[in-house]
């Protein structure tokens, strides 16, 4: 990346020299600005963390109470030396955030992780105008779009109702922050729905942010096979339902929703039923945001980072490859 | 078409024959008994069109999706075979496949013997206005593949099958083919880890459907370290998993084993080495 630039990459992560500070640094440093409270992005060890007010709960729900933090409102501008750092919804999950770095009349935004599709708990999508764009690229080819969540929905209940039928139980696995609040709220009104404990947890945080969560039982070893089969469950893991005496006497059919599960291969991989639903921009929606940002460059980071950026240098733009 | 793409979606998502046969009787329930009936035939293979090849179908597509064709190449290698991948690509589309199944198995068939041109045409008008899983589900049936990947819950396939075991193989050596061929590999010798190496298990004919064969193929000439006349020694890392029906002990190889009725049973793209089996 240009050595000129607002934000450059060292082997903490992306730093930010004049401003003094990093965007969810991969090793222990002063001052962190975090994206969003996934552990990929948020990691334990940093001597301050600057983030969303929903992402700071979740941070001292995850990593530790007795960590320092600032919180910020979305749009709220942060003065760090002469850059002025400000927050904006990223759309991925609760408290998520573009980070938008401006100094001397230079705008740079880090989209952390994003969606553009709807999500109950996730402020929708900010387009924000920059000179840089550093995106995310995890599902960075033509061949993912995602299906509407009516549809994701309906799928995942004929494939409920059938396991039920046949008394099967059926579990979701996602992850316990995010996707499955996102799942809470788009199920919630069709059928019983029983958590795994850390998916309680996490709802519970999100709770005391405030924000209501629907209700949902927590799995537990005095869980009936009525209760497991009639209902739907959300799991972190297969480990979430080893152990439960219910679970040992009824089948348990294991799904996953996830991005992944588009192509074939993906399902195959996963062995188990596969429900397209992602937090992170599809083919589509990734060039949509890039225009819309109106930057001159764009930098792309995870996922299929090379091949968005020589497909972007082809249309003219100039793109370049950031391997955080 | 919706309900039918549903319903092959579905079908994919479980392994149990009760559930699966649960999910026939209430799509069953929901459309007439002839409809019900013609979606068994193409779901258990009795009816099968070939309308376009894979190939044709790519390049109606890419007349639509003018995307490089190296992005194509690479779509691939995470999108499966040629003819989903092309599905894939197209535009997202918002609307539903509106004609019934009768009609649209009619209008594939009334097809059948027209010129290449028309029959990419309305194909390709078909695919467009399709959702994502109905493009799946019409892909396959014009290719001539059955429209779900589910394993039918048919007594006799499971009773012909219920003594194979499985597992989990790379590929060691690609032997090419005798001669001039559609096939580049006439076997591949496939191997599972002893200690820190992989060893040879069984050299077994190369059964891939077209689609399949070509990527396998392709992967083996790229991967080849060396060549010993006809034997192309490939690098490890092309994840493949067999059936067989027994094993017994073997002095003349290196495993000391040697695998009865071994047979390849699917290519699998996103295993890593760590998933072969080990026969220590
Ligand atoms: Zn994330």
Known sequence: MASSGLLTLTDRGLFCERGNFYIDPVRSVERAVITHAHSDHARPGMRHYLAHRHTVRLLLHRISRSISTQSVEYGEVVKMNDVSVSLFPAGHMIGSSQVRVEAGGEVWVVSGDYKRQPDPYAAPFHPLRCDTFITESTFGLPIYHWPSDDEVVAAILRWHRANTACGVASAVQVYSLGKAQRLIGLLAHHVPLTVSPGIHAANECIRASGISVAETSILSHSISQETLIRGLILASGARDLQDLPAARSVGVDMAFASGWTATEPGRRRNAGAGFVMSDHVDWDDLHKAISETEAEHIVVTHGFASEVVQYLREQGRSAEVLAI | MNRFAELCADLERTTRPNVMRQMIDTYGSSVSSETAALAMSLIDGSLCLRILRPREVASAVQSVAPLPQWLIDQSRTMGGTLAETSALLLPR????????????????????????????????????????????VLTRIITGSRPTRCDLPQQHVEAAEATEHRMITTVLYAHKAPSIGQQ?????????????????????????????????????????VEKF????????????????????????TKSGIKLLGARIVAWLPNHALAHVDSID
């Not at chain 2, 599972?192 to 050299?203: H, Q």
């Open chain 2, 229 to 252: 006349g006809p034997t192309h020694w490939v690098s490890v890392g092309i994840i493949v998993e067999i059936a067989y029906t027994d094993i017994v002990p073997s002095t003349r």
């Open chain 2, 93 to 136: 589309s918002d609307s539903h496949c509106e004609h019934s199944l009768e009609s649209t198995i009619s209008l594939l068939t009334s097809l059948q013997h027209s010129d290449l041109r028309s029959r990419s045409e309305v194909i390709l008008a078909m695919l467009q206005v399709c959702s994502v899983w109905e493009r799946i």
């Open chain 2, 184 to 224: 580049t590999y006439s076997h591949f010798t496939v191997g599972v880890k002893k200690g820190e190496i992989y060893v040879p298990l069984a050299k077994i004919p190369n059964t891939f459907n077209e689609e399949i064969s070509t990527i396998v193929e392709g992967l083996a000439t790229q991967r080849t």
